[in-house]
């Protein structure tokens, strides 16, 4: 059944393109799913509005409590998803996951569009969340398999910058769709769309490869070959990766299995770090502010509609942010990067504490916060965010990638639902101070960055499983060899 599932498609995939071609083509497809990840979140902003209206008038008569749900109820669904498709993919495979993962998108795009009642909406959004998180800890993995050592980081990097223009594109649709359709059910329009990608995604599993890395393995050597000949430029980097994959599987299948792999102390220290830059990702608050900027911003006299307005700002500044991030990725060290990003976070933190706090309410306050939150969302989305997702695809060794990077993936969604759901309480109760909460935790963040993360840049995967199990082996030898 697993290998008829693999032998599905390549042989259709597009012949006469040059290698870069088929490489942006591979995450081009890939990436759909990052489209509809971002699409999904961004879209409940708008659409939530015209579901409180009473079911008379179309909508689902949403209250506070309900609307909580609603909204939540996705994100719960993407942690269960993404720690579920870990299995999944470590054994059917990246291609088969993701196919499998675009029926649930188009599946639960329906059923949120059509949903009847208050109840139905919720089970349906934990459905989507399920194909949200699977695909957010997939793509990367998939991506980072396809791409080589030499374009991984740029290729990976596309997947937040599809996540961000899937935000951006749902604010565009439901600010346009608000203004050109007078139809109480706009929202369900809204949500409906979100099928579009995911049935992009279904077609396109269709023309792309398997991951090579999986496939070697899985035993099937010649198969990896003949879709890295398609994937690389030379014959000579052909060789050089198979080899090393070969010999990673040898040594893989001379050592423990995948469930004692998990118990020994090195795997377990990279699985920390993984979730700790989780808590690295959320607790920036980049989620409190894109979910949150309208209500920060009237705070400083700005009017409603305006406020509204800003979150396209956010948007837009994230996706040039993503671009800018796409370009400078493969030229830094990922500690450099993230440690970069995060002085600046902590700086806009204090700044917009400070402009809140001792600047009166006026437009010139209004202006400086939403500075401060746009150079915040910029240098997140440029140094932050892609790294952490180009980690996610490196840091774990083949045999449990699936499974441990699901794990770190969930966690992180976890981290998201506590930061979206602590923000409003803290900002009530704590004021303008919160921003200084915030930026005393990514101090915290950033010690963790610099006395935790071993650096990946330029290295294959193979090199870099073995790099981290010979570190923090080495580390488990001696904390034995001294009890003796």
Not at 141 to 163: D, H, Q, T, W, Y
Not at 172 to 197: F, K
């Amino acid at each position: 059944m697993k290998k008829y599932l693999q032998d599905s498609a390549y042989e259709n995939s597009p012949a006469r393109l040059t290698v870069t071609q088929r490489l942006y083509f591979v995450v081009l497809v890939a990436t759909m799913g990052s489209l509809a990840f971002g699409y999904d979140t961004g879209i409940i902003s708008g659409a939530l509005p015209y579901m409180g209206l009473p079911a008379d008038q179309g909508g689902l008569g949403l209250n506070p409590y309900t609307e909580g749900l609603v909204a939540s109820s996705l994100i719960f669904g993407a942690a269960v998803g993404a720690f579920l498709t870990g299995y999944i993919t470590d054994h059917y495979g990246r291609r088969v996951t993701l196919r499998f993962l675009a029926l649930i998108f188009v599946f639960g795009s329906i059923g949120t569009a059509v949903s009847p009642n208050t109840e139905m909406m919720v089970i349906m959004r934990f459905i989507l969340g399920i194909a949200v998180g699977g695909g957010s800890s997939t793509v990367p993995i998939f991506i980072a398999e396809i791409a080589g050592p030499k374009r991984r980081a740029p290729l990976v990097s596309r997947n937040e910058l599809m996540i961000v223009s899937g935000q951006l594109l749902a604010y565009v649709v439901s600010t346009v769709m608000s203004v050109v359709l007078n139809d109480p059910h706009i929202w369900r329009y809204m949500l409906a769309l979100a099928l579009i990608p995911g049935a992009l995604l279904f077609l396109g599993t269709f023309f792309v490869p398997a991951s090579p890395h999986w496939l070697v393995a899985e035993g099937r050597h010649k198969e990896a070959k003949k879709i890295l000949e398609k994937l690389r430029e030379t014959s000579l980097e052909v060789k050089v990766e198979i080899d090393e994959m070969l010999n990673h599987a040898r040594e893989t299948r001379e050592g423990p299995p995948a469930r004692d792999l998990l118990k020994q102390k090195w795997v377990i220290r990279l699985m920390v770090i993984g979730s700790a830059m989780g808590i690295v990702l959320q607790f920036t608050g980049v989620n409190a502010f894109m979910y949150y900027t309208p209500i920060i911003l009237k705070t400083t006299g700005m009017g409603t509609s305006a406020a509204i307005a800003a979150t396209i700002g956010n948007g837009v500044v994230s996706v040039l942010a993503a671009i800018a991030g796409i370009r400078i990725i493969g030229r830094y060290g990922r500690r450099k990067m993230l440690m970069s990003g995060l002085l600046v976070v902590i700086t806009m933190q204090v700044a917009l504490g400070s402009v809140l706090m001792f600047i009166p309410v006026g437009l010139t306050q209004s202006i400086l916060a939403l500075g401060c939150i746009l150079i915040f969302l910029f240098f997140m989305q440029m140094c932050i965010a892609p790294v952490y997702w180009l980690l996610m695809s490196e840091l774990f060794p083949m045999k449990v990638r699936g499974v441990l990077t699901g794990a770190a993936v969930s966690f992180q969604w976890i981290c998201n639902a506590i930061v979206a759901f602590a923000f409003p309480p803290l900002l009530a109760a704590a004021g303008n101070q919160t921003f200084f909460i915030f930026a005393f935790i990514n101090v915290v963040s950033l010690i963790m960055v610099f006395t935790m993360l071993p650096e990946t840049r330029g290295k294959s995967l193979e090199t870099i499983e073995r790099e981290m199990r010979e570190r923090f082996g080495e580390q488990e030898q001696v904390e034995a060899e001294n009890t003796l």
